[in-house]
T-cell receptor, first 114, second 114 residues
Framework: QQQVKQSPQSLIVQKGGISIINCAYE??????FPWYQQFPGKGPALLIA?????SEKKEGRFTISFNKSAKQFSLHIMDSQPGDSATYFCAASFDGGSQGNLIFGKGTKLSVKP | DSGVTQTPKHLITATGQRVTLRCSPRSGDLSVYWYQQSLDQGLQFLIQYYNGEERAKGNILERFSAQQFPDLHSELNLSSLELGDSALYFC?????????????FGSGTQLSVL
């Protein structure tokens, strides 16, 4: 119930294309769903996040789509650029009490070809 | 630059040894989290401190311990090291206590146990 399952493991997209990464969760108590971006040699950096009271959130070329009934959420990267090549992690957590920590998916390595 | 400082960047040691990893959170952040990243397990939450007190515990081994000092920096102590402890250890900080929002990660310490 604590797992967050992420797919695909790796993704190759042409420059200008749309990158889509999917995540699924089981625990309905989760109420915070962030996406992190990690470049080699760096720590994960918060990209965009959503709460389950909205179905979509957009920030620039990055969009989270959230489906509460299916317990799934996804990251869409529009007009993908070579600079977007990185590993992306979805995560989930629930606030309050002693559970303020993130449970991460296994990551998706994105390569954007010029 | 996230503002979270981790030292050392790399650490090579032998089995059975003890090491200490250090983390300085962003200015003003009271929460410090420790995560372990390995190829097979992904990013795993170890432990959280808030303003000097332990607040949440994850998959942290009994051989591992942590503390947060009055100046808010934190140290993760790993003892009786095994080959399987080789991993990237991240510290993250946040101004919040009970939510994972606005979590900022350091660049990590790469631990190699030979």
């Amino acid at each position: 119930q604590q797992q967050v399952k992420q797919s695909p493991q790796s993704l190759i997209v042409q420059k200008g294309g749309i990158s889509i990464i999917n995540c699924a969760y089981e625990n309905t108590a989760f109420d915070y769903f962030p996406w992190y971006q990690q470049f080699p040699g760096k720590g994960p950096a918060l990209l965009i996040a959503i709460r389950p009271d909205v179905s979509e959130k957009k920030e620039g070329r990055f969009t989270i789509s959230f489906n509460k009934s299916a317990k799934q959420f996804s990251l869409h990267i529009m007009d993908s650029q070579p600079g977007d090549s990185a590993t992306y992690f979805c995560a989930a957590s629930f606030d309050g009490g002693s559970q303020g920590n993130l449970i991460f998916g296994k990551g998706t390595k994105l390569s954007v070809k010029p | 630059d996230s503002g979270v400082t981790q030292t050392p960047k790399h650490l090579i040691t032998a089995t059975g040894q003890r090491v200490t990893l250090r983390c300085s959170p962003r200015s003003g952040d009271l929460s410090v989290y420790w995560y372990q990243q390995s190829l097979d397990q992904g990013l795993q939450f170890l432990i959280q401190y808030y303003n000097g007190e332990e607040r949440a515990k994850g998959n942290i081994l009994e051989r591992f311990s942590a503390q947060q000092f009055p100046d808010l920096h934190s140290e993760l102590n790993l003892s009786s090291l095994e080959l399987g402890d080789s991993a990237l250890y991240f510290c993250a900080s946040s101004v919040f206590a009970a939510t994972s929002e606005k979590l900022f990660f350091g660049s990590g310490t790469q631990l190699s146990v030979l």
